[in-house]
């Protein structure tokens, strides 16, 4: 990652520019709460400079999206701060995207992405929020329910000016201004700051940890911390080798797709495991330690359509099932799984972006083809893969579980079915729908299609596969 300027804001309540400006605030934050993602920050750099210097190029070659890109986590308590931090996000421009129930991991967690969803948004800054909630149902003790339930009752994440702001920005943007817009930055890093201290005695603490590490770490602290900050690199492989060199905790395997693919598919993420935090508990003043916060990044590749997520998760299944150590049974599993673009493309298995190529005025006048694979060999058009800016559950889960106390350091590897009732329940808290991340794939890869007909005076291009 290269460095960048601190951007100011020209319009006080432009998304983009607002969450670009919260984005480099939250960055610095974690860098001196956490030292240890300054060092991984530093790392994705080298690796990333390594990589591009062997192309011929250097850092400021990278899009500005890349040198920005961040996605963070955190986990809420109840209903209202969902709700709350859902029109936070929306006044920054970032908007529910997928459903994720961590139910089949086993953790009481169910949430949603928020995240920019046009292409000029993701283009200036993709910032996006893995936001969890805890599921009150799925705690097994009735006693760790209520206690829980009746402390964050009294927990107030959003100060009183945050939420004037917020009601503000939403009935009248004209009116704030620049000081607000800084204002808001302050009042927001509140939301997210890691706090040393306990608002419960230690044994209120260990009895909630003892039901379930999250719920601990969800409930007993005055801020919903964020949890990680993650960078994305141009090698993830050379980034986990180069973090277990220089004595990071790194977690033991990579998540996502298999490595040593040509065509880079969805996400693959790695991370140093949790560090154990110094806190001081509520009432006696006793000193302990918390394990919740870590240090990941991330490989991002191309969206895949629902034909290729179909195929990808049929892969990671039996990759399940052979059981031959991970890394094998993957790799060996994933050889299935088309490795060449014009393939992926012809198969409708992953998402383009599709745009007029700058020699395509000097053609002859004879007519033109209506399949985009024709005017592709043409030359008339050009593409490149649209990328993944989302999350896999089962991904996710293998972070989260890697950096839970008391656990082995694996997610328990099982694919199960997302129950409907369980997000349309999340879509009622937030008060709004959440977005498919296909559709939204979809609607970015045909207007870039509808974008070429206009261009070409074409009344429709057809696809394949598609």
């Given at each position: 990652?290269?460095?960048?300027?601190q951007c100011s804001i020209s319009s006080p309540w432009d998304a983009d520019q607002l969450r670009t400006v919260f984005v480099q605030a939250l960055s610095n934050m974690y860098r001196e709460e956490v030292p240890l993602y300054g060092k991984l920050v530093d790392i994705v750099r080298t690796v990333d400079s390594s990589v591009l210097e062997k192309r011929g190029k250097n850092l400021d070659d990278l899009p500005i999206r890349h040198q920005l890109e961040r996605h963070g986590a955190i986990r809420l308590?109840?209903?209202?701060?969902?709700?709350?931090?859902?029109?936070?996000?929306?006044?920054?421009?970032?908007?529910?995207?997928?459903?994720?129930?961590?139910?089949?991991?086993?953790?009481?967690?169910?949430?949603?992405a928020f995240r920019?969803?046009?292409?000029?948004?993701?283009?200036?800054?993709?910032?996006?929020?893995?936001?969890?909630?805890?599921?009150?149902?799925?705690?097994?003790?009735?006693?760790?329910?209520?206690?829980?339930?009746?402390?964050?009752?009294?927990?107030?994440?959003?100060?009183?000016?945050?939420?004037?702001?917020?009601?503000?920005?939403?009935?009248?943007?004209?009116?704030?201004?620049?000081?607000d817009a800084d204002e808001l930055i302050?009042?927001?890093?509140?939301?997210f700051k890691w706090h040393s201290r306990s608002t419960v005695p230690l044994e209120t603490y260990l009895s909630l940890k003892q039901e379930h590490p999250m719920v601990a770490d969800i409930v007993c602290f005055p801020s919903a911390h964020i949890n990680h900050l993650t960078p994305r690199t141009l090698?993830?492989?050379?980034v986990q080798l180069e973090m277990i060199r220089q004595g990071l905790p790194a977690k033991e395997c990579i998540e996502g797709p298999p490595a040593g693919r040509k065509c880079e598919i969805l996400l693959r993420q790695t991370s140093f495991k949790a560090l154990e935090e110094q806190v001081v508990f509520c009432g006696s003043g006793v000193s302990g330690t918390h394990t919740a916060r870590f240090g990941e990044v991330e490989q991002r590749g191309a969206a895949v359509t629902r034909k290729g997520?179909?195929?990808?998760?049929?892969?990671?299944?039996?990759?399940?099932?052979?059981?031959?150590?991970w890394d094998q049974s993957l790799a060996q599993a994933f050889q299935d799984y088309p490795d060449d673009w014009t393939e992926l493309r012809k198969?409708?298995?992953?998402?383009?972006?599709?745009?007029?190529?700058?020699?395509?005025?000097?053609?002859?006048?004879?007519?033109?083809?209506?399949?985009?694979g024709a005017l592709l060999q043409a030359g008339v058009v050009e593409c490149e893969p649209i990328t993944y800016e989302d999350f896999l559950p089962f991904s996710a889960a293998g972070i989260f579980a890697s950096n839970l106390a008391d656990t082995n350091g694996t997610a328990d590897r099982k694919l199960q079915a997302t129950r409907c009732s369980s997000r349309v329940e999340l879509e009622g808290v937030l008060g709004r729908e959440i977005l498919s991340e296909i559709d939204v794939y979809e609607a970015l890869q045909r207007a870039s299609v509808d974008e070429v007909a206009n261009g070409l005076g074409l009344e429709e291009i057809t696809l394949a596969g598609q």
């Open positions: 990652m290269s460095s960048t300027k308590g109840t209903i209202q701060e969902m709700r709350q931090i859902s029109r936070l996000f929306a006044i920054m421009g970032m908007h529910p995207v997928g459903y994720y129930n961590l139910e089949m991991v086993g953790f009481p967690l169910h949430g949603t920019p969803t046009s292409e000029e948004s993701l283009r200036r800054n993709p910032f996006r929020v893995f936001t969890t909630v805890l599921r009150p149902d799925l705690i097994v003790s009735p006693t760790v329910r209520e206690t829980a339930s009746e402390i964050l009752a009294r927990r107030e994440l959003f100060s009183p000016r945050l939420r004037e702001l917020m009601n503000q920005a939403e009935q009248d943007v004209t009116r704030l201004t620049q000081k302050v009042e927001a890093l509140k939301v090698d993830i492989d050379a997520r179909d195929l990808y998760d049929k892969l990671l299944a039996a990759a399940v099932d052979l059981g031959n150590g198969q409708g298995l992953v998402y383009f972006r599709y745009r007029v190529s700058a020699d395509a005025t000097s053609r002859n006048k004879e007519p033109l083809p209506t399949d985009m």
